[in-house]
């Protein structure tokens, strides 16, 4: 199964290198796919996210909205799980599949 973890981005370069990084090192490269929405950065961001050839990103013209971004995002996911990941957060090892377990760990 694959998961679509959808990252906004709005400035705040050096965050979302540590997460997009720590995504990167505790993820498995087949089981997911990082969608960024920047909302128009101009701090270096867009920048960086056009030399990163494993992300897909959707480059606003403006400043959309944390909700629309959100959305955006969701809309171009192709995973079979989506999760939506803010870009001050830094991952850890076995950080994907703990969460999976917890949220198939019963059918109800």
Do not use: H
Not at 9 to 38: A, F
Not at 48 to 66: A, C, H, P, S, T
Request: proline share 1%; with cysteine.
């Amino acid at each position: 199964m694959i998961t679509s973890i959808v990252i906004l981005t709005y400035n705040n370069l050096k965050y979302s290198r540590l997460c997009i990084e720590s995504v990167r090192k505790y993820t498995g490269k087949d089981s997911c796919e990082i969608i960024v929405v920047d909302n128009n950065s101009t701090d270096g961001t867009v920048e960086w996210l056009k030399d990163q050839d494993d992300l897909r990103v959707i480059y606003n013209e403006e400043n959309m909205g944390f909700p629309k971004g959100c959305n955006q995002g969701i809309n171009a996911a192709r995973g079979d799980d989506i999760l939506l990941l803010n870009n001050d957060v830094v991952v850890t090892r076995s950080w994907l599949d703990n969460l999976k377990k917890c949220l198939y760990s019963s059918d109800d």
